[in-house]
């Protein structure tokens, strides 16, 4: 059909509109409401146990890979490593539970939280603990990144800076802290005399939300365990958080950063405390240039913490 050079621009704004919201793929010509159980397609895929979309809630890929775009309905799914518990083999809940028709409609989030807590604990290494990320179906999150963001540096640093979440440049590197953001953590880090190859980098959430927005709580306490054996297997002198996320969901903390900042806190490690701060996150400061002032205090008291780790 030929459009008109109006209709074509309105088309290229919408599809821009979508892909800045994350959408990235095409699934079909109507949406389906995949919770309406009175839908047909839903109740069928339901009974065939391979729901083609994520759940809202968690998003997570229930009963089949088949849900994962990268697992495409029809193609056989990739097997698991035999020693990773994928969320696809926990047990449905007794019956009662479940959702239409007897299958569990959700896998409820603690399920997949206590499987994520046991494949990150079942990592040696931190190469294990990539490839338990890789194997790991239960965070929605991995639908629509295109990579697995899970690190950059040295991972013996004595150094370990954690930010939120990916974005676009990193997810398309996988990398963390590559673009925008990144560049001005390097300046940073070379304002004190660092580079940053010779520190570690990771992100408590390891796939870009789509159209970067904030991850949920869900999304963020099912990849906590991933980052909580990231920093043990790292074991870094100071740990930094970048930006209050990071520090309140591994501190706890629930100050807000203007508060949190600069000042030196403990992060319980492998059978040590570790040194911890927050401090601005380099995004904020990208935005806020006049707050690098105290992004530098932070920096410098960095580089004499490290110091005065060393003489010890
Ligand atoms: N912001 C983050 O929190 N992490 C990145 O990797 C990039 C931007």
């Given amino acids: 059909m030929q459009q008109t050079p109006h209709e074509r621009r309105q088309i290229e704004a919408l599809l821009d509109f979508y892909s800045a919201s994350g959408v990235d793929c095409f699934l079909g010509e109507q949406p389906?409401?995949?919770?309406?159980?009175?839908n047909?397609?839903?109740?069928?895929?339901?009974?065939?146990r391979t729901p083609a979309a994520p759940s809202q809630h968690t998003g997570l890929a229930e009963t089949a890979p088949a849900a994962n775009p990268r697992h495409p309905a029809g193609a056989a799914p990739q097997?698991?490593?035999?020693?990773?518990?994928m969320p696809s083999a926990i047990p449905a809940p007794p019956t009662g539970q479940g959702g239409a028709m007897g299958q569990p409609a959700v896998l409820p989030d603690r399920e997949i939280i206590a499987a994520a807590r046991d494949l990150a604990a079942s990592a040696a290494t931190l190469e294990d603990l990539r490839r338990c990320l890789e194997a790991f179906d239960g965070c929605n999150l991995k639908l629509t990144a295109k990579k697995l963001v899970f690190a950059d540096g040295d991972p013996q640093a004595r150094l370990m800076f954690v930010g939120e979440?990916?974005?676009r440049d990193e997810d398309l590197q996988g990398k963390p802290?590559?673009?925008r953001s990144g560049q001005l953590l390097d300046r940073m880090l070379a304002a004190i005399g660092i580079e940053r190859t010779a520190v570690y980098i990771?992100?408590?959430?390891?796939?870009?939300?789509?159209?970067?927005r904030t991850p949920t709580p869900q999304e963020t306490e099912i990849c906590k365990p991933f980052i909580k054996r990231q920093i043990e297997l790292v074991n870094p002198d100071v740990l930094v958080f970048l930006g209050a996320a990071s520090a309140k969901t591994l501190l706890g903390a629930q100050d807000g950063i203007r508060k949190m900042r600069g000042r030196w806190m403990s992060y319980p490690g492998n059978g040590r405390e570790i040194s911890a701060i927050a401090t601005y996150h380099p995004a904020y400061l990208l935005r806020s240039p006049l707050e690098k002032r105290l992004s530098w205090r932070d920096f410098v008291s960095i580089k004499e913490a490290l110091l005065a780790n060393q003489e010890r």
Avoid: I
Avoid at 202 to 212: D, F, K, Q
């Fill in 177 to 179: 802290f590559v673009g």
């Fill in 165 to 167: 979440a990916p974005g």
């Fill in 202 to 212: 990771a992100n408590v959430v390891p796939w870009r939300p789509p159209g970067n």
């Fill in 79 to 85: 097997p698991a490593p035999a020693t990773m518990p």
């Fill in 32 to 38: 389906v409401d995949w919770f309406d159980l009175t």
């Fill in 40 to 48: 047909e397609h839903a109740a069928q895929r339901l009974q065939n």
